[in-house]
């Protein structure tokens, strides 16, 4: 079986990959051991932002009550029927994913592929031949951070549940900690976080990280900042967690949301001459070559910046590099993302202790209001949900250095401001835009003085 180019993974970054080469005219297969779609689509951003939909009404009734509105009885959350729709909603995308491979020419091979030497990867009894391999498996939750967290639930399960647990205790407060615990909050579920820094999210600006602290203690989620249990043992109906001095704490159900490990163990790697890193990841060059001739690796396998539009630019780059006329490469330097809980989060460029850090002198712009939805609800509003906004500009060159938001549609909103600060824009072109009125995006145009200078 010759083809140009063989991708090992049908997630996100390989499918963009095969679909970008198979559109340059290249011969094209893509193996998949799992469903089609990989971790963004079936067990990861869609169903996630789907149940934190479902977590937003909880917030929505009780506003609705202020704004006017009778609602009968006491409005409750069935899983089950979450879980049936959630299930349709995946199957369906991953139909769309086969059909849009199938329809760009490129062939699927299902099962588990391994490399068999250069040039060589292996599917079953089947070996497919090609110039080009991209290594694209992606990553899979971390079981073993603590002992006895291997038979906890990750997000994979949690997204397949059909009944939700009245108590939980979530390990570790990165992206999908923090998600996760806001969301199971506002569908009933009693959470307890347990993680080991001072406040969550650890990487984003501190002014997110204790709001994001402030807004998880809002909606009834108890937080407990440097504990790690020593162990967790398994009951007969739920777990224990060894807390240490001779504390334990009884819990329904625990979440092990300690970090993510790339997908590199049974992949043949050592047939080409390659060995993963320590933390598991393919190391890359900029042009995404490995170590190995014809041998190259994107998204979560990286270990670069795992999120799925990093993994989809990089699928596309390769793909242009290796059978397009304009080679390039992806440019990682600022990259926004986004955390969903309620408020959600987003941000792009630095964090402002990286900036201390760094000795950078800057200009910082911060605002913090009660949104107008809120406000109108006075006392009948539901706690926390207050926008905090920061820009960081450089002092030397006045340009836009980063741009921190908590609050409703910060991710929509950031997603916009990302297209100024990648085309490098200065508080002077954000000051002499006019704002949208009435909106919260239009604080970002309205931040006149500094409240502090860094250093
Ligand atoms: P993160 O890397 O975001 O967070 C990992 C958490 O586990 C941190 O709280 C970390 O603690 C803790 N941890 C790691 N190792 C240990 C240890 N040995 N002992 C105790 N605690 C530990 O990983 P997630 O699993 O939340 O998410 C994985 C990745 O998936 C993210 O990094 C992100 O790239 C991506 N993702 C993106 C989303 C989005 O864009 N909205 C949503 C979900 C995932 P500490 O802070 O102390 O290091």
Redesign the pocket.
């Known amino acids: 079986m010759e083809f140009d180019l063989v991708v090992i993974g049908a997630g996100s970054g390989g499918v963009a990959a095969s679909r970008r080469a198979a559109a340059h005219g290249a011969r094209v297969a893509i193996v998949e051991a799992g469903r089609v779609g990989g971790?963004c689509v079936l067990r990861?951003?869609v169903p996630?932002k789907l149940l934190m939909y479902a977590a937003e009404f909880d917030d929505t009734f009780a506003q609705a009550r202020g704004y006017g509105w009778t609602i009968a009885g006491v409005p409750d959350f069935d899983m089950a029927v979450w879980q049936a729709a959630k299930s349709a909603e995946t199957a369906r995308l991953e139909g769309i994913y086969r059909r849009l491979l199938e329809g760009s020419g490129v062939t699927l091979f299902e099962g588990a592929a391994r490399l068999d030497g250069p040039q060589r990867v292996r599917v079953g009894d089947e070996t497919l031949a090609a110039p080009h391999i991209v290594l694209a498996t992606g990553?899979s939750?971390?079981r073993d951070?603590?002992p006895g967290l291997e038979d906890c639930a990750?997000?994979n399960e949690l997204l397949d549940l059909d009944a939700l647990p009245p108590h939980a205790a979530v390990?570790?407060?990165?992206?999908?900690?923090?998600?996760f615990a806001s969301a199971l909050a506002r569908l009933g579920v009693q959470v307890l976080m347990y993680?080991?820094?001072e406040l969550?999210?650890?990487?984003f600006d501190p002014m997110l990280r204790a709001a994001a602290a402030a807004e998880l203690q809002a909606a009834g989620v108890e937080l407990h900042p440097g504990v790690?249990p020593r162990r967790v043992r398994p009951l007969l109906d739920g777990f224990a967690l060894e807390l240490g001095d001779e504390h334990v704490l009884e819990t329904d159900w625990v979440l092990n949301?300690?970090?993510?490990r790339p997908n590199s163990t049974g992949l043949g790697l050592e047939t080409v001459g390659l060995a993963p890193r320590e933390d598991g990841a393919v190391a890359v060059d900029a042009a995404l070559r490995t170590g190995a001739a014809g041998v190259y690796a994107i998204g979560?396998l990286t270990q670069m910046?795992?999120?799925?539009p990093v993994a989809i630019a990089q699928g596309r780059a390769l793909a242009d590099m290796l059978f397009g006329s304009a080679p390039r490469e992806v440019d990682l330097s600022l990259v926004a993302?986004?955390?969903?809980m309620q408020p959600p989060i987003a941000s792009i460029g630095p964090a402002e202790d990286e900036l201390v850090a760094a000795g950078r002198k800057a200009r910082v712009f911060e605002t913090e209001f009660r949104p107008m939805k809120q406000a109108f609800l006075g006392a009948v509003a539901p706690a926390g949900q207050r926008t905090r906004m920061k820009l960081l500009v450089d002092a030397a060159s006045d340009r836009v250095l980063a741009a921190h938001m908590i609050g409703a549609d910060a991710?929509e909103i950031v997603q916009s401001l990302a297209v100024a600060l990648s085309a490098g824009a200065t508080k002077a072109h954000f000051d002499r835009t006019l704002a949208v009125h009435p909106t919260a995006a239009e604080e970002f145009v309205l931040m006149r003085e500094p409240v502090r200078m860094l250093p």
């Open positions: 971790t990861g951003c996630k990553s939750p971390i951070t603590v990750t997000s390990i570790g407060s990165g992206y999908i900690a923090v998600e993680y080991r820094a969550p999210l650890r990487g790690l949301a300690t970090g993510r979560d910046k795992n999120l799925t993302s986004a955390v969903f991710p």
